[in-house]
């Protein structure tokens, strides 16, 4: 397995206040990626990053955003959080067009 | 955008085939990919095919592409229960590494 861990796993937030997911790789992949996971939605990519200190946005990047200082950490901070964020977020890296190696997921409830 | 369609949901005995479909929309789609997803884990590619390409097959895997109607199908030959998960099909159209994901298919595999 690809060397991929997100924390925390779970988390349970109130309205309005700030989250932070980590991510963090193992494999030196230049590609990171966020994904949220909604049931009928599939996954939507909210944020990616190509480089460090270099992201760009996904199609639901609206409420989040993304910082990657060094190869291995991608974060994805909610400023506010909302009922609507409530998701499974996915972290996911990559180095060809061949396949993204994703984590675990992390479980978020805002309440 | 690119768009990625599939059904929500299969149903098939255990030792059938099982048929899982996709539909895209952006016909300069490169490589096309099948990923599985088990409960509670983040998704695992299963197999890709190049658009050059018709046909793949990969021991009880087969990926049939027709471009002419943006069809992608996985056909799982004997369908054991281990294979009860969620199929996404996916799409790479060029950009920064950027990926399309369908809603994915839920099969359920009954003994």
């Known amino acids: 397995d690809a060397g991929i861990t997100q924390s925390p796993r779970h988390k349970v937030t109130e309205t309005g206040t700030p989250v932070t997911l980590r991510c963090h790789q193992t494999?030196?992949?230049?590609?990171m990626y966020w994904y949220r996971q909604d049931p009928g939605h599939g996954l939507r990519l909210i944020h990616y990053?190509?480089?460090?200190?270099?992201?760009d946005k996904g199609e639901v990047s609206d409420g989040y955003s993304v910082s990657r200082s060094k190869t291995e950490d991608f974060l994805l901070t909610l400023e506010s959080a909302t009922s609507s964020q409530t998701s499974v977020y996915f972290c996911?890296?990559?180095?060809?067009?061949?396949?993204?190696?994703f984590g675990p997921g992390t479980r978020l409830t805002v309440t | 955008g690119e768009d990625v369609e599939q059904s929500l949901f299969l149903s098939v005995r255990e030792g059938d085939s099982s048929v899982i479909n996709c539909t895209y929309t952006?016909?300069?789609?490169?490589?096309l990919y099948w990923y599985k997803q088990e409960p509670g884990a983040g998704l695992q590619l299963l197999t890709y095919?190049?658009?050059?390409?018709d046909m793949k097959q990969d021991q009880r895997l087969t990926v049939l592409l027709n471009k002419k109607d943006k069809h992608l199908s996985l056909r799982i030959a004997d369908t054991q229960t281990g294979d009860s998960a969620i199929y996404f099909c996916?799409?790479?159209?060029?950009?920064?590494?950027?990926?399309?994901f369908g809603t994915g298919t839920k099969l359920q595999v009954i003994p």
């Open positions: 996916a799409v790479f159209s060029g950009g920064y590494q950027k990926v399309t």
């Open positions: 996911a890296i990559s180095e060809s067009k061949y396949e993204q190696y």
């Open positions: 095919i190049f658009s050059n390409m």
């Open positions: 990053s190509y480089g460090v200190k270099d992201t």
């Open positions: 952006d016909s300069s789609s490169t490589y």
């Open positions: 494999e030196n992949h230049r590609y």
